[in-house]
């Protein structure tokens, strides 16, 4: 997963360049399934990392890359998705 075009701050340079070279490089190590998630939504994000989970269930190994911003609240860890109004404190959950 990356994020780099924000809707409310300014963009990030380096996220898919990031995810791409990961990516690539789990398929090169024989990962069966590789998803490649650029600049999701809230609800885009949330039903991609839905569907991961249900995938991973039975897997060996299992993967999350994420590279965009993120943010810790109260011992909680957010990935901040192209559409959030960060100043609100409530991003949902998966």
């Given at each position: 997963?990356a994020t780099?075009?924000?809707?409310?701050?300014?963009?990030?340079?380096?996220p898919?360049?990031?995810?791409n070279?990961?990516?690539?490089?789990?398929?090169?190590?024989?990962?069966?399934?590789?998803?490649?998630?650029?600049?999701d939504?809230?609800?885009?994000?949330?039903?991609?990392?839905?569907?991961?989970?249900?995938?991973?269930?039975?897997?060996?190994?299992?993967?999350?890359?994420?590279?965009?911003?993120?943010?810790?609240?109260?011992g909680?860890?957010?990935?901040?998705?192209?559409?959030?109004?960060?100043?609100?404190?409530?991003?949902?959950?998966?």
């Amino acid at each position: 997963m990356a994020t780099l075009f924000y809707q409310k701050v300014p963009a990030l340079s380096n996220p898919k360049h990031d995810a791409n070279a990961v990516a690539r490089t789990l398929r090169a190590i024989g990962f069966d399934e590789v998803t490649l998630e650029i600049d999701d939504s809230h609800e885009k994000m949330v039903t991609a990392l839905r569907k991961f989970g249900d995938e991973a269930e039975n897997a060996d190994w299992a993967l999350v890359y994420y590279a965009g911003h993120g943010i810790e609240m109260g011992g909680q860890n957010y990935l901040i998705p192209v559409d959030a109004e960060l100043g609100n404190r409530s991003f949902g959950s998966i």
